[in-house]
């Protein structure tokens, strides 16, 4: 018996997933709110009203970005806080959700120069906006509306309701012609970007809000208040999820849609999972507070954002 015990504990150990630490860290002036990478370029909102840009791999920055400060409830001035931020080329995208009566102000910088493009006096409650071009910026409104926003005429190409659920996150498949949407009832919307005709709707696998989802390789990953990290297939629709023991914050889909992480216990460690076998590979530890953006450089190159201000960077090769 003792002989049986020793072998089983052999084997859990042989197939348990190998344990990372972060390769490197950047550290921001504030707390990360929102990241992209780009061409080379890791783009990290904050919430002290700028976004800052860092060439990768050697982690120097290149830019800052600051829109202007706001007045709070009490008069008091304080920075607008960017709650998300995209790339485009040489443009930027820096949306806050700090204006007047809680609307959105939404900034395009480009050239060397910062210009509006929404302001609180249009009465846009924005949550996300990510580029599907150079001229066209694709919005998520917190009452679970999508837009398409031409930047030259300033106004919507059209506004769509997806459903009567608040609005959590939005993902661009890989060309941006599609956007899967998350709300707080657990059902994903998938849309056609250039008309927001509904393709596809994504249920059965989340039971409550979904925070954060991804769309890569037609395949969505979403990462539940149900402690449920769901993944689709967006052809056919079919999903599965993989329990977690906490909320789950955060996900990331890698390039070939092989491998996902999922921020999978109350330790905020990454979970990283074969998509095909939903099989546990990795765990990533080291993460200060909570997940709020996990995003695959390749295969084997993360970087992850939480509430605090470091930008943690990982190799699992």
């Known amino acids: 018996m003792r002989v049986l015990v020793l ?13 990372f630490t972060p390769v490197a860290s950047i550290d921001l002036n504030g707390t990360a709110k929102d990241m992209v990478y780009r061409d080379g370029e890791l783009v990290v909102a904050t919430d ?29 001035i304080m920075p607008a806080r960017v709650m998300s931020t995209d790339r485009f080329a040489q443009k930027y995208l820096l949306l806050s959700d ?10 395009l910088y480009a050239e060397g120069k910062l210009t509006q493009l929404i302001a609180p006096e249009d009465k846009k ?18 009452s679970n509306e999508a837009a398409l926003f031409d930047i ?16 959590s996150d939005f993902a661009l498949n890989e060309d941006r012609t599609q956007a899967v949407f998350s709300c707080e009832s ?10 927001g005709r509904l393709i596809r709707t994504l249920e059965g696998q989340n039971v409550d809000n979904v925070y954060k989802v991804d769309f890569k390789h037609g395949m969505v ?23 977690g023991n906490f909320l789950i914050y955060a996900t990331g889909l890698s390039p070939s849609a092989s491998k996902v992480a ?49 930008v943690m960077i990982w190799k699992i090769d």
């Open 7 to 19: 072998l089983l504990l052999a084997g859990s150990l042989l197939w348990s997933a190998e344990t």
């Open 48 to 76: 002290m009203g700028h976004i800052e840009v860092y060439k990768i791999p050697e982690r120097t920055k290149r830019l800052e970005v600051s829109i202007p400060d706001v007045k709070d409830f009490m008069g008091d």
């Open 98 to 107: 700090s204006g007047k009566g809680g609307y959105a102000n939404l900034f």
């Open 125 to 142: 409650a924005l949550i996300k906006a990510r580029f599907i071009d150079a001229d066209h910026i694709l919005l998520g409104y917190l």
């Open 152 to 167: 030259h005429s300033q106004k919507e190409r059209y506004r769509v309701q997806l459903s009567e659920s608040k609005f």
């Open 186 to 195: 657990g059902v994903l919307s998938v849309i056609d970007v250039a008309s």
């Open 221 to 243: 990953a979403a990462a539940g208040q149900d402690r449920r990290g769901a993944l689709y297939d967006v052809a056919t629709g079919r999903g599965s999820y993989i329990k």
């Open 262 to 310: 999922f921020a999978m216990d109350e330790k905020n460690n990454i979970s990283i999972y074969d998509t095909d076998t939903k099989t546990k590979t990795a765990l990533l530890k080291g993460q200060k507070s909570t997940l709020n953006v996990i995003i695959f450089k390749s295969e084997q190159e993360l970087f992850s954002a939480s509430d605090d201000s470091t």
